[in-house]
């Protein structure tokens, strides 16, 4: 079931994205859901997932700006996985998995009673979508993976835990946004310090006493203690394969620390139909802002929503 709830989380930012509620999982997890446009039989709609310890700020504007391409109308349905943004924290003692994200993707697509959906995910929503399309393939009708593959990549799981370390230590509102502009900075080289405050919003808030608060459980870090720079994880390319009943994207940010060149260029490899995009200039998450990102996206669920019309018309 689902319901309107008002935002748990006061930060300017997501003003803008009002949430319904829905509950998942066996104990009602409350996930917040932000919907744009209308959902409908006639189209299919894009759920949109965010990184490991993301929400749905990366996405913000991204609908309204795809939907100004021509021949496009599409809903999306943008989503704070358990323990992010204005979603409910899991109990103290039960972790996160990549397994119970995927639950509660298909459990929010049943409660908004959508039958099939194209995934975008970044990162670690990528990896979600993967799992999604694993446990129920029909569920899902196209994908883009953003810096996201078969592979995890261990750096990036470390400088995520390092990063947070650092800033938790810090006290007094000056330090910490001058350490969150050169660690943002770091994944988008030029940009001004209004624009690095802003990216880095999408993560992090200054309460009134100058304390760092991130909008995502601090367990959430904790559970990548075990992770070091040189580890090699081990490859999972079956659940790559798990999308190759549907239309693929692929991308990837030059300057990512998530998804290596080699992996990129072996999925590619593998998926020799799928569209692809190599985004210049900066790292993860990729903005999703530029000309370029966005008529290649739109032109993708265009001929996702085309192909499924196709399948449709042969039941």
Known sequence: ?????????????????????????????????????????????????????????????????????????????????????????????????????????????????????????????????????????????????????????????????NNFEHLRGLRGEAGIRAALRKIVGADYPGEGEARLDALAARNFGIDSKGRLVPLFDPRLVAQLDKFDFDDVLEPQWPLFDCLDHVPLMLVRTQMSDQLRRATFDEMTKRRTDAATLVIAGQGSPALLDGAEEISALAAFLRSASVAEDQDSSFD
């Open 1 to 161: 079931m689902f319901k309107r709830a008002t935002p748990k989380l006061e930060h300017t930012p997501f003003s803008g994205l009002p949430v319904e509620t829905i509950h998942v999982g066996p104990v009602g997890t409350q996930v917040a859901v932000h919907i744009y446009g209308t959902l409908s039989d006639a189209a299919l709609p894009v759920a949109c997932l965010a990184g490991y310890t993301r929400n749905m700020l990366d996405f913000a504007a991204l609908p309204a700006a795809i939907n100004r391409q021509p021949e496009m109308d599409i809903a999306f349905i943008l989503i704070d996985l358990p323990g992010r943004g204005r979603s409910a924290h899991f109990p103290t003692k039960r972790p996160y998995s990549s397994l119970d994200d995927a639950d509660c993707v298909l459990d929010v697509l049943a409660a908004l009673d959508v039958p099939r959906a194209l995934l975008l995910g970044e990162g670690h929503g990528g990896q979600v979508g993967m799992l999604a399309a694993q446990k129920s393939p029909g569920s899902v009708a196209g994908a883009v993976l953003i810096d996201c593959g078969p592979i995890t990549d261990s750096r990036a799981l470390v400088r995520t835990r």
